[in-house]
């Protein structure tokens, strides 16, 4: 992967794993999330992200998730390989998980793909694929 503008966190970092990649594929199939009884995401034009060191996971096109479910928090993490993430919590089927939703809304130029893309945590939704 392309290294991005250099800092000296983010240059510690490459430094200690240079063969760092974050691969961006189109699932050949389509991904839905439950939350409890409900769905509140449904795609085929979902990207499976596989990241060094990381379980594969799969982004959802906005277009394709329920917003209605979501509500923005305050709560962000940082990757230095794709940038700052935002979170939501999903209310739906009966259930409420804090912060179990992320999107890097404005994405380091070499993992672009992911503007307007969000993933779910696998553990705390129900996450089905059905290939193509």
Not at 41 to 51: H, I, N
Request: net charge negative.
């Amino acid at each position: 992967m392309p290294q991005f503008p250099i800092t000296p966190t983010r240059q510690k970092i490459l430094e200690r794993i240079p063969d760092y990649e974050v691969a961006m594929l189109p699932a050949s199939g389509t991904v839905s999330v439950k939350l409890g009884d409900q769905e509140i995401a449904r795609s085929s034009s979902a990207l499976l992200v596989k990241e060094t060191r990381h379980a594969d996971v799969f982004y959802l096109p906005r277009e394709d998730v329920d917003m209605s479910c979501l509500a923005r928090t305050d709560h962000t993490t940082y990757c230095p390989f794709k940038g700052h993430a935002s979170y939501w919590t999903a209310s739906a089927g009966g259930g409420v998980e804090p912060n179990v939703v992320w999107s890097y809304e404005d994405p380091y130029p070499e993992v672009i793909e992911l503007k307007d893309y969000l993933s779910f945590y696998p553990d705390r939704t129900e996450i089905s694929f059905v290939a193509d």
